[in-house]
């Protein structure tokens, strides 16, 4: 595709380069401009200026503009609604409710819900009376056509289109190849204004969220100079740990505080970090200007300043290399400022690490780093393990640290540590006793190379603050310790805990709201779960239910009481041949049950009731108390039109309120 560039060097003269591609209303012209900012930098910022203070001769022209600010994605029905929301009057959203509505009982997920053909209409009949420029930040991964949501079609209305995929620290450099030839692509560069663009960028970032304030620039620029410095070769892994970063080095400041850390999730939510996940990005990352060897990546070598406050070291290029040679004793001697650490693929004594000094190390990251056993003589002109004093995150990865953690270590750990993150490693001797760890955040734990656990059932009793557990790819665990004393935990993920023989409904917290079971996300069919039995009953804030792959054994289901809209059953989500119960009662936002295509076996045992005060039909092999009779379809078959059940006596109980509309 032909791009097109123009010497710009800030937001006002963009505009006003802009404007005369938008006036020229000729056959030749085109009809739909595409501008990529500064390499992906600022773009949003000249499309919001324009759209939000056009200039006289502009409006001359157009007699509406149109704003469309999609940047972060929901669904093509969002889009719409955006459209529908400065065009068509007030009364007419009601639509968009009652399609969501009968959306919500097909089971139809929110991102793939689709424009409303009435509406796209509507859009069309108000805005064929006028010359209109739409403005529209597109946040989706493709080319949209707008003419599909009721724009005028820019060929027969003279309408034209202004838009960008960039916003939200959108640099990834694929995304810019979906736009086709018949758009006008332009773009700008200037290699002396990376930083000015960047506080415009964070400046739009901020304008999204009343939580974020001149800390999101800096906050930025941590990501993309570190990046540029050598992400083929360190995994930062920002998906997890960008908000980490920002507050574990200080630049979001709040120590301990909950307020912080939620501040740097919330910022972490507004960027596309997804954009990230390859390490290669941006090409000017190294242009920018940064605080001076604040923020270190090091190859190969430990060049390290008693200034710096991040410091990630890669200690061979890939992991096919051989190891590299042990870190130099002295290495952190100077480094009393160090606040986050990773090390990858770097050799050192474990039992004595040379970072063991650093004293004020809030995120200790360790990536495939092997043990440098040395003499008990040598051990003893080691420091004193001073860094788990004012350590907040801890993150293992590929790595066995068989570490006996002292008592007086253990206080230090218990008394600070918000997050530990452990995939495919350890950090325990034997066992470890998490209820320790009473400050404890998030807890992940990933396919260990060893029991993560001690065996006792109490494993997380008084563990107040935990919010989040992830024990995911674990091959022993058969039985989950109670975790009732978790009052906070919202988020449970068991994916592929294939010798996982039940789940609840004891010991589960009632504040649980997201609960996930996935046992193909490593595409093992051989390794079949040995799960029979999951009890969310009484979970009263469970919201997300995921259930995956293929569950042999499985046999009874319970909900109820929970919050779950909408059930997934099909053949294609999940495999369940030996499901002989399934219990939904006192579910008050159940919409929808997607079945499998022949239905249930012949002797499942169904029990669904939105009410309150259940109806007395236990005798019965099937029986279903509604509220809505719009949930009828969802207990019929869509291949044979048949009901869901194979029982010949069942109890069907539509209870509709005199308010209800059916």
Not at 634 to 652: A, D, P
Request: hydrophobic fraction near 40%.
């Amino acid at each position: 595709m032909r791009r097109q560039r123009i010497y710009v060097d800030n937001i006002e003269e963009a505009v006003q380069q802009l404007i005369p591609y938008l006036e020229d209303t000729s056959s030749p012209a085109h009809k739909a401009i595409y501008f990529d900012g500064w390499d992906g930098l600022a773009a949003s910022a000249v499309l919001r200026a324009i759209a939000e203070d056009p200039p006289p001769s502009l409006l001359k022209i157009f007699n509406k503009i149109i704003h469309i600010d999609c940047s972060r994605w929901k669904s093509r029905r969002a889009l719409q609604r955006t459209i529908a929301q400065e065009v068509l009057p007030h009364r007419v959203m009601h639509i968009f409710d009652r399609q969501d509505e009968e959306d919500d009982f097909c089971g139809i997920d929110e991102g793939s819900r689709a424009e409303i053909g009435f509406i796209g209409k509507e859009i069309l009949q108000v805005l064929m009376a006028h010359r209109c420029l739409v403005v529209f930040h597109n946040g989706s991964n493709d080319v949209v056509n707008l003419s599909a949501f009721g724009i005028p079609q820019p060929e027969f209305f003279g309408t034209k289109i202004l838009w960008s995929f960039r916003e939200r620290l959108r640099l990834n450099p694929g995304i810019s190849e979906k736009v086709d030839d018949s758009n006008l692509f332009l773009y700008a560069h200037n290699d002396e204004l990376w930083n000015f663009l960047l506080k415009i960028e964070a400046r739009e970032i901020v304008g999204y969220t009343n939580k974020l304030g001149e800390a999101v620039e800096e906050c930025c620029l941590y990501l993309l100079s570190l990046n540029s410095q050598g992400g083929n070769i360190m995994d930062y892994d920002w998906a997890t740990h960008a908000s980490n970063y920002w507050i574990c080095d200080g630049i979001i400041k709040g120590d301990q505080d909950d307020e912080a850390w939620e501040v740097a999730a919330a910022l972490h939510q507004q960027i596309n970090i997804k954009d990230y996940s390859s390490n290669s990005l941006p090409t000017f990352g190294d242009e920018l200007n940064t605080p001076l060897e604040r923020w270190i990546l090091s190859r190969y070598n430990s060049v390290l300043y008693p200034w710096s406050t991040s410091f990630f070291l890669a200690g061979t290029a890939s992991r096919s290399d051989p190891p590299s040679r042990p870190l130099p004793n002295d290495t952190f001697h100077q480094s009393n400022m160090l606040h986050v650490l990773k090390l990858c693929r770097c050799t050192f004594c474990f039992s004595a690490p040379p970072f063991g000094c650093c004293r004020n190390l809030r995120f200790l990251g360790l990536d495939g780093c092997k043990d440098h056993r040395v003499e008990e003589a040598e051990k003893q002109d080691r420091p004193a393990m001073e860094c788990f004093q004012s350590l907040w995150v801890l993150d293992i990865c590929r790595t066995d640290w068989e570490f006996a953690l002292s008592p007086e270590i253990t206080e230090q750990i218990d008394r600070n540590i918000r997050e530990v993150h452990i995939k495919k490693g350890r950090i325990w001797q034997h066992s470890f006793t998490w209820r320790q760890l009473q400050n404890l955040h998030k807890l992940r734990v990933i396919e260990p190379t060893s029991p993560w656990g001690t065996g006792q059932n109490d494993e997380f009793t008084n563990m107040v603050k935990l919010e989040f557990l992830d024990l995911s790819g674990d091959s022993t665990i058969q039985a989950l310790p109670s975790m009732s004393g978790a009052t906070s935990l919202k988020i449970l993920i068991l994916d592929d805990c294939v010798k996982l023989e039940s789940v609840g409904p004891e010991g589960l917290p009632p504040s649980l709201e997201s609960f996930s079971l996935d046992c193909c996300t490593r595409g093992d069919q051989n390794n079949n779960a040995q799960i029979s039995h999951i009890s969310l009953a009484g979970c009263a804030r469970l919201v997300n239910f995921k259930l995956r792959g293929s569950l042999p054994n499985l046999e009874e289901l319970d909900l109820s009481g929970t919050l779950v809209k909408t059930l997934d059953l099909k053949d294609k989500v999940v495999q369940a041949p030996c499901l002989k119960q399934i219990i939904l009662l006192g579910c008050l936002q159940l919409l929808a049950i997607l079945w499998p295509k022949n239905g249930m076996p012949k002797h499942t045992v169904l029990r669904i009731d939105s009410l309150v005060c259940l109806v007395q039909a236990e005798l019965l092999q099937a029986y279903a108390t509604i509220m809505d009779i719009r949930f009828l379809q969802t207990l019929v078959l869509e291949s044979n039109v048949e009901f869901c059940w194979k029982s010949s006596r069942f109890h069907l109980n539509l209870c509709v309120p005199c308010t209800n509309k059916v």
